[in-house]
C-alpha cells in the first residue's frame, strides 16, 4: 500500500512570508497531483506534475516533483488571506489507484 | 456543463439502513471515483471505474459497492450502514486514467446513527 506523508499538518504564517509544504510518497511513482480544499468545499486541482523535475507555477504558488527522492513540494511566495486553505497532494499507484496525504491547513494571517 | 453532480448532500441512516449515493458527470469522463474523507486521514478511494461496465475496488471498499452502467453516472451503495460509515463521501471524474486531474463534485455529508 502506498503511503502519502504531508507536513507539516497545520501552518500559520503571516501574509508576505514564503513557505514550502513538502509530499513524501512511500513508492514509485512519476504522477503527482495538488488539490486545495477550502472549508466546507470541495476539492480544485491546482497543478499535475507528470515527471521527474517537473515544475509548475501558478500566481504565488510552484510546485514541482523529484520522483528520485520520492517528494513533491509547494512552495507558497508572499502569502496572502486568499490562500488560507486545505492543500492535499494525491499520488497515483501503478494501476488506477490514488493515494491522497492528508492535508496541510495553511492559515495566512494578516 | 454541469460538471460533476452529487445527490443528496446531506443524508442521516439509522444503522442497519441501505441509500444510494448518486453521481453523475456530464463531461464524457472514463474514469470516476468515489472516496471518502474523514478528519485527519485524507481522502481515500473506496470504488473506482475507468469506464462503462467496469469498476474495481480501491482502499476501503468494504461495505460499499458500485456499478458503471453508462459513462454518465457512477452510483454508490451502502449495503447497511455502519456508524463507521460517517463521512463525507466525494465523487470525482477525469478524462482518462494517469495524466489528467480529477474534478470532485461538491460531496454528500452522511451521518449514521
Known amino acids: 500500500e502506498l503511503k502519502v506523508e504531508q507536513n507539516p499538518l497545520f501552518l500559520s504564517m503571516q501574509e508576505g512570508k514564503n513557505y514550502t509544504i513538502y509530499c513524501n510518497y512511500s513508492t514509485t511513482s512519476d504522477r503527482l497531483y495538488w488539490y486545495r480544499q477550502d472549508p466546507g468545499k470541495s476539492l480544485e486541482s491546482l497543478f499535475v506534475?507528470?515527471?521527474?523535475?517537473a515544475v509548475k507555477q501558478e500566481g504565488r504558488l510552484m510546485a514541482s516533483l523529484d520522483t528520485k527522492a520520492r517528494l513533491s513540494t509547494l512552495h507558497i511566495t508572499a502569502a496572502v488571506h486568499d490562500l488560507s486553505a486545505t492543500y492535499f497532494c494525491?499520488?497515483?499507484?501503478?494501476?488506477?489507484?490514488?493515494?491522497f496525504g492528508t492535508g496541510t491547513s495553511l492559515t495566512v494571517i494578516p | 456543463n454541469a460538471g460533476v453532480t452529487q445527490t443528496p448532500k446531506f443524508q442521516v441512516l439509522k444503522t442497519g439502513q441501505s441509500m444510494t449515493l448518486q453521481c453523475a458527470q456530464d463531461?464524457?469522463?472514463?474514469?470516476m471515483s468515489w472516496y471518502r474523507q474523514d478528519p485527519g486521514m485524507g481522502l481515500r478511494l473506496i470504488h473506482y471505474?475507468?469506464?462503462?461496465?467496469?469498476?474495481d475496488q480501491g482502499e476501503v471498499p468494504n461495505g460499499y459497492n458500485v456499478s458503471r452502467s453508462t459513462t454518465e453516472d457512477f452510483p454508490l451503495r451502502l449495503l447497511s450502514a455502519a456508524p463507521s460509515q460517517t463521512s463525507v463521501y466525494f465523487c470525482a471524474s477525469s478524462y482518462s486514467v494517469g495524466y489528467n486531474e480529477q474534478f470532485f463534485g461538491p460531496g454528500t455529508r452522511l451521518t449514521v446513527l
Open positions: 506534475l507528470l515527471s521527474n523535475g
Open positions: 471505474s475507468v469506464g462503462a461496465g467496469i469498476t
Open positions: 463531461m464524457n469522463h472514463e474514469y
Open positions: 494525491a499520488v497515483q499507484a501503478t494501476g488506477n489507484q490514488f493515494y
